[in-house]
Nanobody, 125 residues
Framework: QLQAYGGGLVQAGVSLRLSCAASGVTFSMHPMGWFRQAPGKGREFVAAINWSGDRTVYEDSVRGRFALSRDNAKNTVYLQMNDLKPEDTAVYYC????????????????????WGQGTLVTVSS
């Protein structure tokens, strides 16, 4: 089970940190990813991190603004979002990836079998 939290309504330019706590899975064996879905749009990849936390991958529009990290001792992954923009407005979902991709995390949602319920981030201009 994955529980995402930390969303909210913020103004453009500020920072926000999302967290995703995992239970019932061997967290440290799985890559973790964040995806988002904006109103009226499809789900898109945001960022992913490998099992050990030493490899991350980002979608182009968030690279340099967002930072993904994990604490395997706490079964939690963190998405630090800086310099938020109105186009970052979306429901953000965390997901646990297939262990097949534990070293090199995938950007494809189909490779993430377990999903959290999502947390809404709204960025006003």
């Amino acid at each position: 089970q994955l529980q995402a939290y930390g969303g909210g309504l913020v103004q453009a330019g500020v920072s926000l940190r999302l967290s995703c706590a995992a239970s019932g899975v061997t967290f440290s064996m799985h890559p973790m990813g964040w995806f988002r879905q904006a109103p009226g749009k499809g789900r898109e990849f945001v960022a992913a991190i490998n099992w050990s936390g030493d490899r991350t991958v980002y979608e182009d529009s968030v690279r340099g603004r967002f930072a993904l990290s994990r604490d395997n001792a706490k079964n939690t992954v963190y998405l630090q979002m800086n310099d938020l923009k109105p186009e970052d407005t979306a429901v953000y979902y965390c997901a646990a990836g297939s262990t097949r991709y534990r070293k090199n995390p995938s950007q494809l949602g189909v490779n993430y079998p377990d999903w959290g319920q999502g947390t809404l981030v709204t960025v006003s201009s």
